[in-house]
C-alpha cells in the first residue's frame, strides 16, 4: 500500500517561512498530481496548492503570491511558504492521485502549522 510522507510543518512567527515536502512511500507509482489541502478548526479543509505530473501548478487564492509548490512529483513535492501570517495557521495534508488506469486519491497524516507570535 502506497502512503504519502510528509515532513516540515512547525512553530513560525508572522512574516516567517516553512517549507513542508511530501513523497510517495513507494517508486516506480504514477502519480498525476500531488500537492496540499489544509484545515483550520472549524472550517472546511480548502485546496492550498497542486502540481501536476505535466508541471502545471494551481494555488488556493488565499496564498497566491505567498506559497510555492515545486519539485518532481515523482520523487518529493515541495511547499514554500513565505510571508505567514496567523491565519495560515491549520493542520496541512499532503494529497496526491496515484495509481494506473483506476487512480485513487490518497491522504497523509497531516502536519501542523502555527503561524503565532
Known amino acids: 500500500q502506497v502512503q504519502l510522507v510528509e515532513s516540515g510543518g512547525g512553530l513560525v512567527q508572522p512574516g516567517g517561512s516553512l517549507r513542508l515536502s511530501c513523497a510517495a512511500s513507494?517508486?516506480?507509482?504514477?502519480?498525476?498530481?500531488m500537492g496540499w489541502y489544509r484545515q483550520a478548526p472549524g472550517k472546511q479543509r480548502e485546496l492550498v496548492a497542486r502540481?501536476?505530473?505535466?508541471?502545471?501548478t494551481i494555488y488556493g487564492e488565499s496564498v497566491e503570491g505567498r506559497f510555492t509548490i515545486s519539485g518532481d512529483i515523482k520523487n518529493t513535492v515541495y511547499l514554500q511558504m513565505e510571508s505567514l501570517k496567523l491565519e495560515d495557521t491549520a493542520v496541512y495534508y499532503c494529497?496526491?492521485?496515484?495509481?494506473?488506469?483506476?487512480?485513487?486519491?490518497?491522504w497523509g497524516q497531516g502536519t501542523q502549522v502555527t503561524v503565532s507570535s
Open positions: 502540481i501536476t505530473n505535466g508541471g502545471s
Open positions: 513507494r517508486s516506480g507509482v504514477i502519480i498525476y498530481y
Open positions: 494529497n496526491a492521485l496515484l495509481g494506473g488506469s483506476r487512480p485513487n486519491e490518497y
